[in-house]
């Protein structure tokens, strides 16, 4: 089955930037998850509710939670099976494990969860 392994966390100070990447693996037809789906990067604090971050769909079209906007971008890169979340001006409520899924039909992720990549924004 694909998966989607995220990478690129790590601790950082308010203010700073990070990017995080979410590459496809697990099977020949993994590239075209990208092509034929919505992804979505979520995350989840300590104690939280995993919650929406950004997303974009298969035609590049993207949206992104009111809590990021103006600071968070998606894009991604269709011949390398990534997705990237640019992340700029963190701040310390953005601390969070961070993960990516892909959607089906109805919006909803459907592949195994991966472990995440987390992020730690110091004050």
């Known amino acids: 089955q694909v998966q989607l392994v995220e990478s690129g966390g790590g601790l950082v100070q308010a203010g700073g930037s990070l990017r995080l990447s979410c590459a496809a693996s697990?099977?020949?037809?993994?590239?075209?998850?990208?092509?034929?789906?919505?992804i979505t990067w979520y995350r989840q604090a300590p104690g939280k509710q995993r919650e929406f971050v950004a997303t974009?769909?298969?035609?590049?079209?993207?949206r992104v939670a009111e809590s990021v906007k103006g600071r968070f971008t998606i894009s991604k890169d269709n011949a390398k099976n990534t997705v990237y979340l640019q992340m700029n001006s963190l701040r310390p409520e953005d601390t969070a494990v961070y993960y990516c899924?892909?959607?089906?039909?109805?919006?909803?992720?459907?592949?195994?969860w991966g472990q995440g990549t987390q992020v730690t924004v110091s004050s």
């Open positions: 697990g099977s020949i037809t993994s590239g075209n998850i990208f092509s034929n789906n919505a």
């Open positions: 974009i769909n298969s035609g590049g079209s993207t």
């Open positions: 899924n892909a959607l089906d039909w109805t919006s909803r992720p459907f592949l195994n």
